[in-house]
């Protein structure tokens, strides 16, 4: 069967909703741009434990701490299963590895800005995590079978993520004064890199007609950030808090919050390696990386034996 006829039947499925498995054919571009993005996803996940895992040794109170070790930990795993979809496409995780460690691959943008105080883990917890849910709930129906699966999971730990977050900001907004500035302090440096998260604006998005074509995307950059605004605008006001954008207010024709204009050209400086602390993430993955090395090795040296142990007997 020629590649045209073959590339109309796989269309057909993905119109049927029926879900693309690894061993089936694909195009090439499908399974270069799943690759792509299921990497740069697992990359997001495991460079977000950093953020967050400055402030484990200093959180408030015991229990504060545990939920944050808590939470890190299932950013790993989220990691994890996301690097397993990604394999599924043919390439190693070491590969991918490197081309997180050589500055070829991205991840998400959001993680190249500081956590200055306690409450910006709220705040990532509230803004950062609810971006993240806002995106990948559509992600549990994406065509692509392992991806699809490994999102379910992932949504579910995610929502408690963002309830956590939303907690730890209410609770601070019902403190000192200090506190409640702390909050507010927060919210005004995490809001616009939250919404950065969802991507350039549709216009200006390279992969969205052909990833909503085969139904990897079933919403577009704009429609998600827009379905965020909504919700978060909504939820602030149970923090008695504010968001930093005068221009935000609800419009009745619409149905919808209008927001002021994102700046692009930060979003692009920090893309493109230039961010607050995108080099300091990647020195950490990579000194990470080096010093994992023996434990790599000690595993595959017990893999190997028990592997011999099975073959003797
Ligand atoms: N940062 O054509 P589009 C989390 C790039 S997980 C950096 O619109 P696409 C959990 C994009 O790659 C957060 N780069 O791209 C957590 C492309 O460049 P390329 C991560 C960005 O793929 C919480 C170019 O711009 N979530 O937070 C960004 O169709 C707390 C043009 O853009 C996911 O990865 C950005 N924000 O749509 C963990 C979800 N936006 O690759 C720890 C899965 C765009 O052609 C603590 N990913 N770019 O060279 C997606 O849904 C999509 O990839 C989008 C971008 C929506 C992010």
């Given amino acids: 069967m020629g590649t045209h006829n073959l590339e109309e039947l796989f269309q057909q499925k993905i119109d049927k909703e029926v879900k693309i498995e690894p061993k089936d054919w694909m195009p090439e571009a499908y399974r270069k741009t799943n ?52 394999e599924t ?19 998400s943008s959001i993680f190249n800005y500081p ?30 079978g392992p991806y699809a699966r490994a999102m379910v999971r992932i949504c579910k730990e ?38 950065m998260m969802f991507g350039p604006r549709d216009s200006e998005s390279t992969n969205s007609d052909m990833s909503m074509k085969w139904k990897i995307k079933r919403k577009t950059n704009d429609e998600l950030r827009q379905q965020f605004v909504d919700m978060i605008a909504e939820q602030v006001k149970l923090l008695g808090m504010t968001l930093p954008d005068p221009a935000l207010r609800w419009n009745e024709a619409r149905k919808h919050y209008d927001f002021g204009e994102i700046n692009w050209d930060e979003f692009w400086q920090v893309v493109k390696g230039n961010g607050p602390c995108n080099k300091q993430r990647l020195d950490a993955r990579r000194k990470a990386w080096e010093e994992g090395a023996w434990v ?14 099975t073959k003797a007997a």
Avoid at 58 to 83: M, N, T, W
Avoid at 296 to 309: G, I, L, M
Wanted: overall charge positive; glycine content about 8%; some cysteine.
């Fill in 158 to 195: 995610e929502s408690f993520h963002q309830r956590q977050g939303f907690e730890t900001l209410l609770v601070l907004s019902k403190g000192s004064k200090e506190q409640r500035a702390m909050c507010q302090d927060a919210i005004n440096r995490w809001w616009w890199p939250a919404l």
């Fill in 35 to 86: 690759l792509r993005q299921i990497s740069q996803h697992a990359h997001s996940e495991i460079v977000g434990m950093l953020p967050e895992g400055n402030w484990i040794s200093r959180a408030p109170s015991l229990k504060r701490k545990a939920i944050l070790i808590a939470k890190v930990q299932d950013e790993a795993g989220h990691g994890l299963y996301l690097y397993a979809a990604a």
């Fill in 296 to 309: 790599r090795e000690a595993a595959q040296a017990h893999a190997n034996k028990q592997r011999t142990r």
């Fill in 115 to 144: 956590t200055l105080t306690w409450a910006d883990m709220g705040a990532i917890g509230w803004l950062v995590d609810g971006a993240a849910i806002m995106n990948q709930v559509m992600l549990t129906r994406t065509s692509y």
């Fill in 89 to 107: 496409l043919g390439q190693s995780r070491e590969q991918m590895i490197n081309d997180l460690h050589s500055g070829k691959a991205k991840y």
